[in-house]
């Protein structure tokens, strides 16, 4: 599963991870680690649990009452649930939701509302945020001239390269991200992707996506859900090219899903 | 047969369409019939005078300016006590409230204060507020007893506003780390605050027009004066017409009507505002 020449050190730590609503599961005995500054792509068809196990990553499922979860997740090997203060697990960890969500401000605000929230003030000290963001997102180009303007004018993915560079102005230690480029056309996504290869250094990054050549096109190792099951993980060009697992080969060849 | 079926449903169509337009048109024209008539008899008695003096012979002469100006109060003193305790139990209910039944009482509870009589108010405001907490008849028990009737409706303006908020808005702003008040006081209010003060507004209008809860709890028959703190009685609008309308024996009818006509322009020119507010809002609102 790891390469045996490298020693990534792991971020991420899933322990016997299961996660209700009510009395349905959603995730079945969840084992994983994700290491630090990798790309993990995580497939499979819809229900599977993907996106559940995101939002509990960064307990966005807090905010569902029949969420029930089983157990643990440690950053850093630090207990996500036990041991942090959900507003500051969630300014480590950053979400970049399915549908772009720029708020209603304009491009300026809409990035600096993090650094806002986390009681950065100085006009100068947001600018360089601003702009810093903006750069790293691959938007400061195509924005700069026109900070003031209302976010939701701008394209779709150029919202939502905004929504990633909203995302790094709070200085996050990981990204995940929840389908980003469903609603994209090619050229966007193209852009969104290359801005996540290009994060890579500084950030670690988990990539739900339906579009399994997404993963394979980004992803250092791709995660395999099917049912709430964690079917298969491993590296992605392993995982592409020799499955282990049967449903994981039925899956990427499409045969169903 | 199959010509005959659609006679029949042509015929149906055409009876349900006549019945609706109908019942349309049974709203609207006691609304316009009130506001012609109330216009053609009370227009001769809007003089600058009426606005700017006191009532004088018994209230058979002169203006209604302590009427107005106690009306103003009132609406003001209910402002001031039933926005902020409104929108504080609104975002309560919607952002942070489980759903238990301790909160389906309370929502339960507000929907049947909506649907408590006037009168009753005006007696509960007696009790309370004049006797057991001896305020005594004044414009703080009058608002008060007005705020607590406009409750309801603010309550339920205020949550529909709030609950219109996007909540991805939400999920984005916590997703960044944002506490919920945080997320509440950035994203949630701002975007919600035209709806709220709409529902306000329409609230107050409400009540400027009430005359039951303030007929034990502030409303004077005759003040020689103005009030001067709110602890004084005032006059209002609402009272003085019923007054100037049962109890005064040959007064002119364009001081009756000309007191109604005010009336309904201040109500008018609060809900004008509040439809304002919304179109404006609806204008910008870029979701």
């Not at chain 1, 900070?147 to 990204?175: H, W």
């Not at chain 1, 969104?192 to 250092?220: F, G, H, P």
């Not at chain 2, 809007?46 to 103003?72: K, Q, S, V, Y």
């Not at chain 2, 107050?204 to 039951?212: D, I, P, Q, Y």
């Amino acid at each position: 599963m790891v390469n045996a020449h490298t020693q990534p050190s792991v971020k991420i730590t899933i322990q016997n991870l299961s996660v209700y609503y009510d009395a349905s599961q959603v995730l079945r005995h969840i084992n994983c680690e994700i290491y630090q500054n990798e790309i993990l792509g995580i497939i499979g068809p819809a229900n599977s649990g993907k996106t559940s196990l995101l939002r509990t990553l960064n307990r966005l499922n807090d905010r569902v009452p029949a969420f029930r979860m089983e157990g643990s997740l440690m950053i850093d090997g630090v207990d996500v649930y036990k041991k942090i203060a959900v507003h500051s697990l969630r300014k480590r960890v950053g979400m970049i939701f399915a549908l772009p969500v720029p708020l209603p401000l304009s491009i300026y605000d809409n990035i600096a509302y993090g650094p806002r929230l986390h009681g950065v003030r100085g006009r100068k000290r947001l600018n360089e945020l601003v702009e810093d963001g903006l750069r790293s997102a691959f938007l400061w180009d195509e924005v700069k001239d026109r900070l003031e303007l209302p976010a939701m004018k701008l394209s779709g993915g150029q919202q939502q390269r905004l929504c990633i560079a909203r995302t790094l102005a709070v200085g996050p230690e990981i990204i995940l991200y929840d389908e980003p480029c469903s609603g994209l056309d090619p050229i966007s996504t193209a852009k969104v992707e290359e801005a996540m290869i290009r994060l890579k250094k500084d950030y670690t990054q988990i990539l739900v996506t339906n579009n399994t050549k997404q993963s394979a096109r980004v992803s250092d190792r791709t995660a395999f859900f099917l049912q709430g099951e964690l079917i298969e993980i491993g590296d992605t060009e392993k995982l592409f090219t020799v499955p282990q697992d049967k449903r994981t080969e039925d899956y990427i060849s499409g045969r169903f899903g | 047969m199959k010509t005959k079926d659609i006679g029949v449903a042509y015929l149906v169509e055409k009876f349900a369409f006549f019945m609706l337009l109908v019942s349309t048109l049974i709203i609207v024209v006691p609304v316009i019939l009130i506001t012609i008539i109330i216009i053609q008899n009370g227009i001769g008695g809007l003089t600058w005078e009426f606005l700017t003096e006191n009532p004088r012979l018994g209230m058979r002469a002169g203006g209604i300016f302590p009427a107005i100006i106690g009306t103003i109060y009132l609406v003001l003193g209910t402002m001031l006590f039933a926005l902020p305790v409104g929108i504080l139990a609104a975002i309560y209910l919607s952002e942070y409230a489980k759903d238990n039944w301790l909160t389906r009482l309370i929502d339960m509870t507000i929907v049947n204060l909506a649907g408590v009589p006037s009168v009753v108010y005006g007696l509960f405001g007696l009790g309370l507020f004049v006797t057991f907490l001896q305020f005594g008849a004044s414009i703080l028990a009058g608002s008060l007893t007005l705020g607590i009737m406009s409750l309801p409706v603010i309550i339920t303006a205020s949550r529909e506003a709030i609950g219109s908020v996007p909540q991805s808005f939400r999920e984005a702003s916590l997703a960044l780390g944002a506490t919920q008040w945080q997320t509440v006081r950035r994203v949630v209010l701002p975007n919600a605050l035209p709806g709220i003060i709409t529902g306000t507004i329409l609230a107050l209008s409400r009540a400027a027009g009430e005359t039951a809860p303030i007929l034990f709890t502030v409303a004077a028959f005759y003040l020689p004066r103005l009030p001067q703190t709110i602890f004084d009685q005032c006059m209002a609008l609402p009272y003085h017409l019923y007054v100037i309308s049962t109890q005064v024996p040959n007064i002119k009818p364009e001081i009756q009507y000309g007191t109604a006509l005010v009336l309904i322009m201040m109500v008018m020119v609060m809900n004008v505002t509040a439809v304002l507010i919304r179109a404006q809002f609806r204008k910008r609102k870029q979701w």
